[in-house]
């Protein structure tokens, strides 16, 4: 899996619910054509973060189709996840 490119924002609770801060970086990925997460139309990964008291946490992921923004019900190998992972905390936003 490489990461081609990502938009990172925080997620903005009107409510008042949630306590801390919500992120969601939406990455763009490229896999080998042998994998089962290649599509030809490409690939996105959706990542939710949780951020309190200093602490980041990933809370979910979604893969999906970047052309129709379909989801893929489909779970990532641990090396992928600890990729991802990495490259959002390299740019994770300014808390």
Request: hydrophobic share 40%; charged share 25%; aromatic share 12%.
């Given at each position: 899996m490489q990461i081609i490119n990502h938009k990172a924002q925080e997620?903005?609770?009107?409510?008042?619910?949630?306590d801390g801060q919500r992120f969601e970086f939406l990455l763009t990925v490229k896999f080998d054509e042998e994998d089962e997460l290649?599509?030809?139309?490409?690939?996105?990964?959706?990542?939710?973060?949780?951020?309190k008291d200093g602490q980041r946490k990933m809370l979910t992921y979604q893969f999906y189709e970047l052309a129709t923004e379909s989801p893929f019900d489909v779970e990532?190998?641990?090396e992928e996840q600890t990729s991802a992972e990495q490259y959002c905390m390299e740019h994770f936003p300014e808390i």
């Open positions: 997620l903005v609770d009107p409510t008042g619910i949630i290649f599509n030809e139309e490409g690939t996105g990964l959706r990542m939710l973060y949780s951020a990532w190998d641990e």
